[in-house]
């Protein structure tokens, strides 16, 4: 492995409690740090672009990709869709020497602690006050089956429980944006 001298910030925790709405603050603030595109197998939603946060690809490119090794790290999350960091754009930053800030979920951190030196990585745990809050979040966000909630707070219960592994735990209470903000920029030095 080449030199790294950049950093890798993981912002991790369930789904629905802002993890995205922090990334996109950060991004606005500091442009002139690295925001890689992943790749999942998961449908578009409203007003997302294809690009900006997801490349949005079938179940056969993904698993073409998986097999040309150009994932950092891949996981099927929610038990139903890919998403994989793309490993070129990751590594590029970080022997650059730039920040880099990604969004993954407990098993993506889970693999890539594995294969970065800790020296270059910094871990965000992001989670709200309570399951019923976050029910409420994941709710307003987008239609979906009891069943769909369901599988998601069962990954929000096992990320929970892993959230010790992280450097850094906050607590994105509702309206609190900046101030959760504020406290992942203080957590990465920018
Ligand atoms: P959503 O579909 O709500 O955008 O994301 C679902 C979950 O997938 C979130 O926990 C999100 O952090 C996680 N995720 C997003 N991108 C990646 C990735 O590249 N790798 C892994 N392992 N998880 C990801």
Known sequence: MADLTGKLVLVVGPSGSGKGS???ELRKKHPDWVYPVSHTTRPIRPGEEDGLVYRFISKEEFEKRITEGRFLEYAIVHGEHYYGTDKGRIMDGLEAGN???????IQG???IVEGIPGENLISVFVEVKSLEDLK????????MSDEELERRMESARDEIAQADKCDFRIVNEAGQLEASVDKVEGMIGG
Do not use: K, L, M, T
């Open 109 to 111: 951190f889970n693999s």
């Open 99 to 105: 920040v880099v800030v990604r969004e993954v979920d």
């Open 22 to 24: 922090i990334i996109r």
């Open 136 to 143: 409420e979040r994941i709710r307003g966000r987008a239609e």
